[in-house]
Structures are given as structure tokens and as C-alpha cells.
């Protein structure tokens, strides 16, 4: 289990996409826009040891853009890169995220 976003595991103890709710990151912190880098493409604030498992929505609580991450390409210990299904502009940069 990660601080402020439980994995849930199925049956095989498989683990599951983040659940509903404030995104917040290993330390308790929400998760907000950094950048955005195309279309398909964003970066995140967040502080994450384990990437968390893909796929997963999110929407912006300023913007109400949402989005389905379908992969994590980077993870930096201070940052996330999120690959998405192509609604990273919408989201605007310092909004803060929610798992819907």
C-alpha cells in the first residue's frame, strides 16, 4: 500500500489500479500538473517509490479535463511522465489530480 493511494489487489494478489478519489502521492501530498508535454503526454508532481499500476483515470479538479493513463514512461522519485489517451492539454499546469 502506497501513502494516500491503495493499490487494491485482486484474488491472484495481483495488484490493481489506484482507487476513486484525491490522488495524493508517498508522502501524503496531492499530486498536481507539472507539465504538459503533448497531447498524449504530461508530467506530474508526486513522490512515488512504486510507479502505480496503468490503466486509470484522472481529472483535474480546476480544469474537470479527465483522461486515462494508459502508462508510466518515467518516474524520477520527484516527478511522474504519464503517457494518456490523448487529453493532456486540457489539463492545465499546478491543478491538482483526482482518481475517478
Not at 491503495?6 to 501530498?29: C, E, H, I, Y
Not at 496531492?30 to 504530461?42: D, F, H, L, Q
Not at 518516474?75 to 491543478?95: M, W
Amino acid at each position: 500500500q502506497l501513502t494516500g493511494v491503495t493499490l487494491l489487489v485482486d484474488d491472484a494478489g495481483n495488484p490493481q489500479p489506484p482507487g476513486v478519489g484525491s490522488w495524493t502521492d508517498d508522502n501524503g501530498d496531492p499530486v498536481t500538473v507539472a507539465s504538459i508535454i503533448s497531447p498524449v503526454a504530461m508530467q506530474v508532481n508526486g513522490a512515488f517509490a512504486v510507479d502505480p499500476i496503468t490503466p486509470f483515470d484522472i481529472e483535474g479538479a480546476t480544469t474537470g479535463a479527465t483522461t486515462t493513463i494508459t502508462n508510466i514512461a518515467a518516474n524520477t522519485g520527484s516527478l511522474l511522465e504519464l503517457d494518456d489517451n490523448g487529453n493532456s492539454t486540457a489539463f492545465q499546469v499546478g491543478e491538482q489530480l483526482n482518481i475517478i
